[in-house]
């Protein structure tokens, strides 16, 4: 498994994907999702340049990110328990997965006690599943509304994990209800130009995420290879 190779092409890919969509070189960020991945991968891709990364269990941004340097920006992207806020408050630079008022509150909690505000995204359940985390389209706005009052947290966009489409036409209509959504939430971000951010696409699915507007793409398999979960409990 070559990743500095791997990142290479994916970057380039990326920067295809910006010119065939009409955008900005360099309006898309790649987080790099190192979720059951060895520290020695993590650093080649460090060594290559990548500092953005990602990771679904609170136990592996605890244990790994020690290891590595300081430098780096590691971004929540997995489904995160109340209870587990407070071990990763100080060691992440976002949180994408926001599904509830109950866990923005916790958050917004513990970052306040370090006088800190801690960048958000809203997960939405943009394909409405049954099995899937997320707050369901019809109630994004209501709960931005409630974010936006709590001090310790900063929504910046939205974020979802879309149903896994055979047809690549069906990717782009869930990105595109999600950019619309960002756009009807957050009029006011856009009168700041501050961006909203739209954390959506991929290894399958990121060329059409970037078509749509994303702003973060989270790739894992296309930079470290498939996951092996063997020896996880
Ligand atoms: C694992 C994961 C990714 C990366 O998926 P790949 O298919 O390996 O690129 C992105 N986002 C979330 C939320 C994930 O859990």
């Not at 990110?65 to 109340?82: A, E, K, N, V, Y």
């Not at 939405?124 to 409630?146: D, F, Q, T, Y």
């Not at 009807?184 to 130009?193: Q, T």
């Amino acid at each position: 498994m070559d990743v500095t190779e791997n990142l290479k092409k994916v970057l380039s890919e990326i920067e295809k994907s910006e010119s065939d969509a009409g955008r900005d070189p360099g309006s898309v960020k790649l987080i790099a999702v190192s979720k059951t991945k060895p520290v020695e991968m993590i650093q080649e891709a460090y060594d290559a340049g990548q500092r953005d990364f990602g990771e679904n269990y609170v136990q592996e941004i605890v244990n790994k990110s020690p290891l590595l340097p300081p430098d780096i920006r590691w971004h929540m992207i997995g489904h995160l328990q109340r209870n587990k806020v407070r071990q990763i408050i100080d060691k992440v630079c976002m949180i994408h997965g926001v599904d509830s008022l109950k866990l923005a509150e916790e958050i917004s909690r513990q970052a306040e006690k370090r006088e800190m505000v801690m960048p958000v995204l809203m997960e939405v359940n943009i394909g409405s599943e049954e099995s899937k985390s997320g707050v369901r389209p019809e109630e994004v706005r209501a709960l931005a509304e409630e974010m936006g009052k709590l001090p310790g947290i900063s929504l910046r966009g939205l974020m979802c994990v879309p149903p896994v489409c055979e047809d690549p036409g069906d990717s782009r209509e869930y990105f595109r209800r999600m950019q619309k959504l960002s756009v009807d939430i957050m009029p006011e971000n856009i009168d700041n130009k501050s961006v909203c951010e739209l954390s959506m696409g991929m290894s399958h699915d990121f060329r059409e995420a970037i078509y749509c507007g994303a702003t973060m793409v989270r790739i894992g398999t296309d930079i470290f290879g498939e996951r092996d979960y063997s020896n996880k409990k």
